[in-house]
């Protein structure tokens, strides 16, 4: 079985289709391992309110919003 020169580029191709596929997808991964800190921090810090509440507390959902 002999592969000719359009058959490797072809494979060449995809294989850097794929990469920059990968490159995206670990992308996204880090942005959303980015959004779950923030989001455990908020759970973190509504958590630590008191039951009966506490008066003037600003708690940080990310993104720079507070509550």
């Not at 670990?26 to 309110?49: D, P, T, V």
Request: proline share 3%; glycine share 6%.
């Amino acid at each position: 079985m002999t592969v000719d020169r359009a058959e490797f580029q072809r494979i060449a191709q995809l294989i850097e289709i794929n990469r920059e596929r990968m490159q995206v997808i670990e992308q996204q991964i880090r942005q959303l391992e980015a959004i779950r800190i923030e989001q455990m921090q908020a759970i973190e810090a509504l958590l630590a309110i008191p039951r009966d509440g506490a008066e003037g507390a600003m708690i940080p959902l990310g993104s720079g919003i507070q509550i």
